[in-house]
Nanobody, 123 residues
Framework: QVQLVESGGGLVQPGGALRLSCTAS????????MNWYRQAPGKERDLERE????????????YYTDSVKGRFTISRDNAENTVYLQMNSLQPEDTAVYYC????????????WGQGTLVTVSS
C-alpha cells in the first residue's frame, strides 16, 4: 500500500530554516508528481489544507503558493523515493502541520496523504 512518511518538522525561531522530507513507497515514485500541503492550527477540515508546492515527476517545480515564493524550495530524489521542502526565512504564519501528498496515475489518481509533521515558528 502507499505510504508517505514525513520528517523534519520542529520548533524554529522566526527567520530560521527547516528541511522537510517525505519518503514514499507503494507506487512508482518516479512517475508521480508530488505535493506539499499545510494546515494551520485550528483548521482541521481537509478543505482547509493549503497547497504549498508541487514538483513534477521530472524534478521540475511548477507551483508555489504566493506566500512562500522566494523562501521555500521543493525538490526530489527519485533514487531515494524522497521529496523535500527546504523552508528558509520562516515566519510565524508558516506554523502548520505539513503534509506530503500524491495522486498516482497508476492508482487512478487516488489521493494519498502522509501523517504530517508539525512546524512551529516562534520566538
Amino acid at each position: 500500500q502507499v505510504q508517505l512518511v514525513e520528517s523534519g518538522g520542529g520548533l524554529v525561531q522566526p527567520g530560521g530554516a527547516l528541511r522537510l522530507s517525505c519518503t514514499a513507497s507503494g507506487f512508482t515514485f518516479s512517475d508521480a508528481a508530488m505535493n506539499w500541503y499545510r494546515q494551520a492550527p485550528g483548521k482541521e477540515r481537509d478543505l482547509e489544507r493549503e497547497l504549498v508546492a508541487t514538483i513534477t515527476e521530472t524534478d521540475r517545480p511548477i507551483y508555489y503558493t504566493d506566500s512562500v515564493k522566494g523562501r521555500f524550495t521543493i525538490s526530489r530524489d527519485n533514487a531515494e523515493n524522497t521529496v523535500y521542502l527546504q523552508m528558509n526565512s520562516l515566519q510565524p504564519e508558516d506554523t502548520a502541520v505539513y503534509y506530503c501528498n500524491v495522486r498516482p496515475r497508476e492508482l487512478r489518481f487516488r489521493n494519498y496523504w502522509g501523517q504530517g509533521t508539525l512546524v512551529t515558528v516562534s520566538s
